[in-house]
């Protein structure tokens, strides 16, 4: 047993080790290897967007993430170039919906936008956030279950239209008149209720960053990473 788990560590390592030389495609993995195509499909699956999200094949070829990335931008013409970063700017209403899920301010026209074309500028924007930036993705993924799980637990202590102001309102108390006039009290709320609108400021702001260096970056002439169901490329 502990034999046959040395030998897959080793055979695991000999394909990273290959792809740090550069893109390769299967058939070129598999004959520098002299690992299986059953065994192979095993490490790529591991390793591959699915698993451990590593790996990413692209133009039929297998690299590292990062790599792969370089390896494809690197094959275009100015014009696919081009076409992928007026795709790219069409997709700002979509991240901006994204950030309006759980906030009701300015930032629902955006969503508003988003709905107009039947939603598919927000999916459109996730997917890429899916395959071409997996932290803000896995941050986003977190972002919504601690308003679920916020939700739950102050349902078992606050009236349901309470709940929906701290889950679907905006991340923090504002000192603002406009902004918190819907607010039930008149001075500082519950202290699990402050506690819940401190934590999803925190996580709201930091995804919101994130997302700003993305606009940031493509108002800059770079094109999203990832692709989604929309790319003209794909």
């Excluded at 308003?147 to 102001?165: A, D, M, S």
């Excluded at 402050?194 to 002439?221: F, P, V």
């Excluded at 989604?228 to 490329?233: A, F, I």
């Amino acid at each position: 047993m502990r034999q046959k788990k040395e030998e897959w560590l080793l055979k695991r390592k000999r394909v990273l080790n290959l792809l740090k030389r550069g893109p390769r495609r299967y058939s070129e993995l598999v004959q520098e290897t002299g690992i299986s195509s059953s065994t192979m499909d095993r490490i790529l699956g591991e390793f591959g967007e699915k698993g451990l999200g590593i790996l990413c094949k692209v133009n039929r070829c297998w690299a590292f993430f990062g790599d792969a990335v370089s390896y494809k931008q690197s094959s275009r013409t100015s014009s696919e170039q081009e076409r992928l970063l007026e795709h790219s700017r069409t997709l700002f209403p979509g991240f901006d919906a994204i950030l309006a899920e759980s906030w009701q301010g300015d930032l629902q026209r955006a969503l508003k936008v988003a709905m107009k074309e039947g939603n598919s500028i927000k999916i459109f924007a996730e997917q890429h956030l899916h395959s071409g930036y997996r932290e803000i993705y896995n941050e986003l993924k977190e972002y919504r279950k601690f308003l679920t799980t916020t939700g739950r637990n102050l349902q078992k202590t606050h009236p349901e239209e309470i709940v929906k102001l701290v889950t679907c309102g905006i991340p923090t108390l504002s000192s603002n008149p406009k902004l918190s006039k819907s607010w039930p009290w008149s001075g500082l709320p519950p202290e699990d209720i402050a506690k819940a609108l401190r934590q999803k400021q925190a996580r709201h702001m930091k995804l919101e960053t994130e997302i700003s260096n993305i606009e940031y970056h493509i108002r800059l002439g770079c094109s999203l990473e990832g692709e989604c169901e929309g790319c003209p490329l794909k």
